[in-house]
């Protein structure tokens, strides 16, 4: 969240780092931490990150949501 310092609110730090600690339990998959973060790089208008990879996969290459299901019960 280093990027982000200076800019995000107090809340949306406590919000995230309650996320990641789901996320290191199982309880959710990374697509949520990955569209939290897409958000913030739109939002905050950083530019050089909208350009990864991560956060703007080529539109015409499938998805791999391998984790999508992690976490979840029947």
């Known amino acids: 969240m280093t990027i982000f310092k200076n800019t995000l ?12 600690g789901q996320y290191r339990q199982g309880r959710i998959p990374l697509l949520v931490l990955q569209s939290l973060l897409t958000s913030w790089t739109l939002k905050y208008e ?6 990864q990879t991560c956060f703007n996969p080529d539109p015409g290459e499938p998805f791999a949501l391998a ?3 992690k976490g979840s019960k029947p």
């Open 46 to 51: 950083k530019e050089y990150l909208q350009g």
């Open 9 to 20: 609110r107090l809340r949306e730090k406590e919000y995230t780092l309650g996320l990641l």
């Open 67 to 69: 984790d999508s299901g």
